[in-house]
């Protein structure tokens, strides 16, 4: 039996502590926060019509056969602790210009025909193909990427995959050439560009690899857990303490106590006495973990291109729009959002708040989280971080986030919403509120941008251990529970 420390109760963090306590480790977690679940958050808002519920973080959960490996593992059954509810449309597309709206579904051959419907049986013909191709791509990355540790490129390269394999992930060309080649369409293109953000990057720069990840939604659907995503956070510390963990909250880990090659325990803020451990796993940003917890010059040095951040509007909006659970706006010119959001700091160019932004509004059709006659609207816009650098915004500064959440409000009334006078109430939260209540640093959503490598769940001194989105498969919910099944079985049950 190990002793080992978990830091941080985010998703990956609680998922591997439960695993490991579940083959009988001796596990401890400790959590900055009052609440576990990281980035999964919550917040209630309540008004004298009732309780505006709201997911601040993920809002759809993929790849449920992940979540149900994960309670299987631990001894129990997914679904006697949420209740998942596929959705139709997983997201409802809104392009530039009126015109058709685009459903996404689970079903290729519907959502191919939604296509052809929408743009024409040419388009429908391009998307089946790029489709075809985002299978070959899915099937090598599932089968030797994500649910192995990556600890350096050349792992990569010593991955068994056939030519097929590596003509479809195409190493070197992004998923914006990849759309360019095969898409016809530009709302098609935008389309698939938009996936580059879940990874947090911009699609201009990602890797054509990442093809995977529509394919991933729309292979295998999109789910809502009623009462909220945050449930599954509550499902999992459940776990956690039925198996023993021990989580405490509200106890910041100040640096992980590593000599000789090997950890041996964690620092408390407020505590002299160091807690020891056999092993230390990190459920926090590497940038965070190899800057502050154990410094460590030469992974610190592979951190600087960092993922883009949020700027979220939480609404009580009273009366019903007839909007989808997922809707997605458009803007007329998606590389002027990404030219603010990034910036060029090689340039000198400064990022700053798109003025004319894509808009992604989640509506939850859930009486357990608004008020009868009335409507919860969680509205996300893809935004620089926070931070003095040039590739950065300093979201603390007054006024601008008033002003800009004036502006998102407009934005969408321009494109045919228009609740501004409809509001109950509006609460804004920007990346640096982020950064405050999770400790991403900069509020940076997923750590570094999206890449073929992230950092290696496998840490520089032997007993540490990195999960979440900031590294190794990278980040959302599926990948970050993949990252704790990576993990745990590393270390290996406590009877070996």
Avoid at 268 to 277: F, Q
Avoid at 282 to 301: E, F, I, K, Q
Wanted: proline share 7%.
């Amino acid at each position: 039996m190990a002793r080992i420390v978990v830091v941080g109760a985010g998703v990956g963090g609680l998922a591997t502590a439960a695993r490991l306590a579940a083959t009988g480790h001796e596990v401890t977690v400790f959590e900055r926060a009052g609440t576990v679940g990281g980035k999964l958050g919550r917040h209630v808002h309540d008004t004298p019509a009732g309780a505006f519920h709201f997911d601040t973080g993920p809002s759809l959960l993929t790849l449920p056969e992940v979540f149900h490996d994960l309670f299987e593992a631990t001894g129990a059954k997914l679904d006697e602790y949420l209740d998942l509810a596929p959705l139709d449309p997983i997201v409802r597309h809104v392009f530039p210009g009126g015109g058709p709206t685009l459903d996404s579904c689970a079903d290729p051959a519907e959502f191919a025909a939604r296509v052809g419907a929408a743009f024409g049986d040419r388009a429908a013909a391009d998307w089946q193909r790029l489709w075809r191709r985002a299978a070959r791509v899915w099937d090598a990355s599932h089968r030797d990427i994500l649910r192995r540790p990556v600890d350096s490129p050349l792992d990569l390269a010593a991955l068994a995959w056939r030519l097929g394999d590596l003509a479809a992930i195409a190493p070197g060309r992004t998923l914006r050439g990849l759309g360019r080649r095969h898409l016809a369409d530009p709302r098609l293109r935008m389309l698939l560009d938009r996936y580059a953000t879940y990874t947090g990057a911009d699609p201009r720069r990602a890797p054509a690899a990442l093809v995977a990840v529509p394919y991933a939604e729309l292979a295998f659907g999109g789910w809502y857990l009623r009462g909220g995503l945050g449930t599954l956070a509550d499902a999992l510390l459940t776990r956690c303490l039925d198996l023993g963990v021990v989580v405490q909250t509200g106890t910041t880990v100040t640096r992980v106590d590593a000599a000789g090659g090997r950890v041996h325990g964690v620092r408390l803020a407020g505590v002299a006495a160091p807690v020891p451990a056999d092993v230390v796993v990190a459920n926090v940003d590497a940038l965070t973990l190899y800057r502050d917890l154990l410094p460590s010059p030469r992974r610190l040095a592979g951190l600087t291109d960092r993922s883009l951040a949020g700027f979220v509007l939480l609404l009580g909006v009273a009366g019903e729009s007839g909007l989808a659970h997922h809707n997605v706006f458009f803007p007329r010119d998606y590389d002027a959002e990404f030219d603010a959001v990034f910036g060029h700091p090689g340039r000198g160019v400064r990022a700053r708040p798109a003025s004319d932004p894509t808009v992604f509004v989640t509506v939850a059709d859930d009486p357990a989280v608004r008020p009868a006659g009335h409507e919860a609207w969680f509205v996300l816009v893809n935004a620089p971080r926070h931070g003095t650098a040039t590739g950065a915004v300093d979201w603390r500064r007054p006024g601008l986030a008033d002003a800009y959440a004036d502006r998102v409000l407009d934005v969408l009334a321009e494109r045919g919403v228009d609740v501004r006078d409809r509001l109950v109430f509006r609460e804004v939260r920007t990346p640096a509120d982020l950064d405050a209540a999770t400790g991403a640093p900069g509020g940076a959503i997923y750590g570094t941008a999206g890449g073929l490598l992230r950092p290696a769940n496998r840490g520089p001194a032997a007993g540490l251990w990195l999960v979440g989105g900031s590294g190794h498969p990278g980040g959302g919910l599926p990948m970050v529970t993949l990252s704790a099944q990576i993990v745990a079985d590393a270390i290996g049950p406590a009877w070996e």
